[in-house]
């Protein structure tokens, strides 16, 4: 059974920063396909973050935190960060770690864990 679990999450003023972490349970980072997060704020669909391709370090972000977030992952935990640096209000939001499975696709997700920047 695949678990994807987020943590890190919290409230934090504008500018700070915070790193999420997603801890993989019957999933192996190293040799899935691919892995990412999403946000979803409050009234807003489910927006894409950034993926990092794991068997090659290729990362992509969305252009909004561009600069901002970097996702890195680390085998030995088999776990996956977001760290977050010059955070703003509209980085509010829950955070979803996602994985894909063998065709390619986001097949699994997280619970989500929430942040909140305060202006």
């Known amino acids: 059974q695949v678990q994807l679990l987020e943590s890190g999450g919290g409230s934090v003023q504008a500018g700070g920063s915070l790193r999420l972490s997603c801890a993989a349970s019957g999933y192996t980072v190293s040799s899935s396909r691919c892995m990412g997060w999403f946000r979803q704020a409050p009234g807003k669909e489910r927006e894409w973050v950034t993926t990092i391709l794991p068997g090659s370090g290729t990362t992509a972000y969305n252009d909004s935190v561009k600069g901002r977030f970097t996702i890195s992952q680390d085998n030995a935990k088999n776990t996956v960060y977001l760290q977050m640096n010059s955070l703003r209000s509209e980085d509010t939001a829950n955070y979803y770690c996602?994985?894909?499975?063998?065709?390619?696709?986001?097949?699994?997700w997280g619970q989500g864990t929430q942040v909140t920047v305060s202006s």
């Open positions: 996602a994985g894909c499975g063998a065709g390619g696709t986001w097949r699994y």
